[in-house]
């Protein structure tokens, strides 16, 4: 069966399902950068951060970025910055640059 042949509210749940597995391996993992998964895939925890809060603006939900950044990062945005992430490498950077001009 395809994705687009299940019901609506099959769809959402696993479509759901899919996101907290996605957060929970993030959570797993927070030895990775946001801009390693910038450089590799395009997109970092800020991102899905954004996208949660625009989800919410699109339904009406008054939520605010830090909540959004919070169901994210598994905490406050400001204490995971603290305790995870360590400042980008020279290498880091350089690849970010290529990325952004390719």
Request: glycine share 4%; charged share 30%; with cysteine.
């Amino acid at each position: 069966m395809r994705h687009e042949d299940l019901p609506s509210a099959e769809q959402d749940a696993l479509d759901a399902a899919t996101f907290r597995r996605l957060l929970a391996h993030l959570n797993a993992n927070r030895d990775v950068q946001n801009i390693d998964l910038m450089i590799l895939a395009g997109f970092c925890r800020n991102c899905l951060g954004k996208w949660y809060q625009a989800a919410a603006d699109e339904r009406g939900v008054e939520l605010g970025d830090e909540a959004a950044r919070e169901r994210i990062y598994g905490m406050p945005y400001a204490d995971w910055k603290r305790d995870f992430q360590a400042p980008a490498t020279p290498e880091q950077l350089a690849a970010m640059a290529a990325r952004d001009k390719a």
